[in-house]
C-alpha cells in the first residue's frame, strides 16, 4: 500500500500544518511516511502545497509524482493540480470556495470553510474539517489515528474546537458518501 497525496491552497488556510498532522496519524497507525512542502513567497495569502507519501514499505522518493489524493482548497490550487489528479484518483476540495468542479475522477465538495465560520465562529479551523472528511473518504487511516496527530499538534486551549472540527468532517464525509 502507498498513497500520494497533495494538499494545496493559499497561505494562511493551514495547508502546511495538515500535512504534517496527516504525516504524523499516518507514523502513529504505524506506518511509513514523508511530507515535503513548499510555499511562496508572500507566504499569507500565496500558494501553499504540502505532500503526504503514506506506505506500508520503506518510500525511496519524497516527491508526489501523480497524486492519488487531491485536497484543494483554493481555485488557483485546483487549477495547477487537477491535471497531475491520477485517472482513478480522489479529489477533495472546499467547496465554499471553489465552486465550479467538473472531473472525471470521484469529487467530493465540502464546505469547510462555511462550516468552520458557522458552527465553530472561526475560519482557522476549515483545514482540520478538511482532513477528517480526507480520512473518512478515502479510508487511508483510521479515524482514531488522525484525532490523536490533530491533538499532538495544535496549540494549547484550541483542542475542544479542533475536536468539534474533526466530528464536522467526519460527519459531513459520511452523509456525502452515503449520497454517493
Same mark, same amino acid.
Given at each position: 500500500?502507498?498513497?500520494?497525496?497533495?494538499?494545496?491552497?493559499?497561505?494562511?488556510?493551514?495547508?502546511?500544518?495538515?500535512?504534517?498532522?496527516?504525516?504524523? $496519524?499516518?507514523?502513529?497507525?504505524?506506518?511509513? $511516511?514523508?511530507?515535503?512542502?513548499?510555499?511562496?513567497?508572500?507566504?499569507?495569502?500565496?500558494?501553499?502545497?504540502?505532500?503526504?507519501?503514506?506506505?506500508?514499505?520503506?518510500?525511496? /522518493?519524497?516527491?508526489?509524482?501523480? #497524486?492519488?489524493?487531491?485536497?484543494?482548497?483554493?481555485? #488557483?490550487?485546483?487549477?495547477? /493540480?487537477?491535471?497531475?489528479?491520477?485517472?482513478?484518483?480522489?479529489?477533495?476540495?472546499?467547496?465554499?470556495?471553489? &465552486? &465550479?468542479?467538473?472531473?472525471?475522477? &470521484?469529487?467530493?465538495?465540502? #464546505?469547510?470553510?462555511?462550516? $468552520?465560520?458557522?458552527?465553530?465562529?472561526?475560519?482557522?479551523?476549515?483545514?482540520?474539517?478538511?482532513?477528517?472528511?480526507?480520512?473518512?473518504?478515502?479510508?487511508?487511516?483510521?479515524?482514531?489515528?488522525?484525532?490523536?496527530?490533530?491533538?499532538?499538534?495544535? #496549540?494549547?486551549?484550541?483542542?475542544?474546537?479542533?475536536?468539534?472540527?474533526?466530528?464536522?468532517?467526519?460527519?459531513?464525509?459520511? &452523509?456525502?458518501?452515503?449520497?454517493?
Amino acid at each position: 500500500m502507498k498513497i500520494e497525496i497533495r494538499l494545496a491552497g493559499f497561505g494562511g488556510q493551514g495547508i502546511i500544518t495538515a500535512g504534517l498532522i496527516l504525516g504524523r $496519524a499516518a507514523i502513529l497507525a504505524g506506518l511509513n $511516511a514523508v511530507q515535503t512542502q513548499s510555499y511562496g513567497p508572500e507566504a499569507r495569502g500565496g500558494a501553499s502545497r504540502s505532500e503526504v507519501i503514506i506506505s506500508d514499505e520503506e518510500i525511496y /522518493y519524497p516527491k508526489v509524482r501523480e #497524486p492519488d489524493i487531491l485536497l484543494v482548497m483554493s481555485n #488557483p490550487a485546483f487549477e495547477r /493540480y487537477i491535471g497531475d489528479l491520477k485517472k482513478d484518483g480522489i479529489l477533495i476540495y472546499d467547496s465554499s470556495i471553489i &465552486k &465550479k468542479v467538473s472531473v472525471e475522477q &470521484k469529487s467530493y465538495g465540502i #464546505p469547510a470553510t462555511k462550516l $468552520a465560520a458557522e458552527k465553530l465562529g472561526n475560519r482557522i479551523v476549515a483545514n482540520i474539517i478538511m482532513l477528517a472528511s480526507l480520512v473518512e473518504i478515502s479510508n487511508v487511516l483510521e479515524r482514531d489515528y488522525l484525532v490523536k496527530a490533530v491533538l499532538q499538534s495544535v #496549540p494549547k486551549g484550541t483542542e475542544e474546537m479542533n475536536k468539534k472540527a474533526l466530528d464536522i468532517g467526519f460527519e459531513y464525509a459520511k &452523509k456525502l458518501m452515503k449520497g454517493d
